[in-house]
């Protein structure tokens, strides 16, 4: 087989999703442990799965497969990558590697987009009215204006298109938007952790330690603070870069050159950012662009993953993979 399905996860959950109008993993970013569980199981009993660094070696000799083969990757660092996902993957004997945005865990802090949707959910606000709420109406279009916030399907439209435009800003002007959409929501700018729901903790390096520890985890950067590379330019860029690799070096020991683009869509990287990323020893960064990844049409900078939960025709890309399609 000449395509390789390299799988893309974020986290994975004992919760259901919140109700009613709480927006806690409304877009399935964290899959159910027994969905998980029953991937993991039904991969490693029908394919062949390889670590990042078997696909890179792989990859390189122009090696094809014989049976479907897979890789497992992880996104950002959620703290149930460890508690739920980790003891997984080590009862079925699969490797995977774990992406984390360095910044987050050395800080403790809740990612921004996730912070938006404990905004939206604590707002008592009942509307969206331009005159008052300049900045939000300024972030969705016109077609989005004047709804109420009574509805949850209302919040997870207004808060989309909010993620939408802020993660093409700079991380400046973004957290300008995001101190002046907390101001006019009327709630809180910044969450702690420890007084949020589980979901949104991220892995601290003792855990991630522990994770290093067994092999057939692999770490690898995603950036310090999951800004888009692709809006960095120059010394911003590089110390985007190089500092998470060092925050990997002094906490863990070693970087094993594996890195994932934040958001990782065509326009979230560019040529600088690779170039950057090969100067600090980066060997692959995978992007998050939808299918499988091909040798003939891809490299190693910018292979396809599947991403798990979040797109719904993941389902279609397993269901086909798994029958040898």
């Known amino acids: 087989m000449k395509k390789i399905l390299v799988l893309l996860y974020h986290g994975v959950t004992n919760f259901k999703a919140g109700e009613n109008n709480?927006?806690?993993?409304?877009?399935?970013?964290?899959?159910?442990?027994?969905?998980?569980?029953?991937?993991?199981?039904?991969?490693?009993?029908?394919?062949?799965?390889?670590?990042?660094?078997?696909?890179?070696?792989?990859?390189?000799?122009?090696?094809?497969?014989?049976?479907?083969?897979?890789?497992?990757?992880?996104?950002?660092?959620?703290?149930?990558?460890?508690?739920?996902?980790?003891?997984?993957?080590?009862?079925?004997?699969?490797?995977?590697?774990?992406?984390?945005?360095?910044?987050?865990?050395?800080?403790?802090?809740?990612?921004?987009?996730?912070?938006?949707?404990?905004?939206?959910?604590?707002?008592?606000?009942?509307?969206?009215?331009?005159?008052?709420?300049?900045?939000?109406?300024d972030l969705i279009s016109k077609d989005i204006q004047n709804l109420t916030l009574e509805s949850r399907d209302n919040k997870i439209k207004i808060l989309d298109k909010i993620k939408q435009k802020l993660k093409l800003c700079h991380p400046k002007k973004r957290n300008f938007f995001l101190e002046n959409v907390a101001k006019e929501l009327e709630v809180e700018k910044s969450y702690s952790i420890k007084d949020s729901h589980q979901d949104y903790s991220v892995l601290s390096w003792d855990e991630l330690k522990k994770i290093k520890s067994n092999s057939l985890f692999t770490i690898g950067g995603h950036s310090r603070w999951h800004n888009i590379l692709s809006k960095l330019k120059g010394q911003e860029l590089e110390e985007e870069i190089y500092g998470s690799i060092k925050d990997i070096e002094n906490n863990l020991g070693s970087f094993s050159g594996h890195y994932a683009y934040p958001e990782g869509q065509a326009e979230h990287f560019n040529l600088e950012t690779i170039k950057i990323l090969k100067k600090y020893g980066v060997k692959a960064c995978p992007s998050a662009m939808q299918g499988l990844a091909e040798k003939n049409t891809q490299n190693l900078f910018n292979f396809k993953r599947v991403m798990v939960g979040i797109d719904q025709t993941s389902n279609s890309y397993l269901k086909k993979y798994l029958n040898g399609i």
């Not at 703290?79 to 910044?103: C, D, H, M, R, W």
């Open 22 to 137: 709480n927006l806690r993993n409304y877009n399935a970013k964290h899959l159910s442990k027994t969905i998980f569980e029953d991937q993991i199981e039904q991969i490693s009993k029908s394919c062949n799965v390889i670590s990042t660094d078997e696909l890179i070696k792989n990859w390189q000799a122009k090696i094809e497969y014989k049976k479907p083969t897979v890789v497992i990757t992880f996104d950002d660092g959620f703290q149930n990558n460890f508690s739920i996902a980790k003891p997984i993957l080590e009862k079925y004997k699969v490797p995977a590697t774990f992406y984390i945005s360095t910044g987050n865990i050395t800080n403790q802090k809740i990612f921004w987009v996730d912070t938006l949707e404990i905004m939206f959910t604590d707002t008592v606000i009942k509307e969206i009215v331009p005159k008052n709420m300049p900045f939000i109406s």
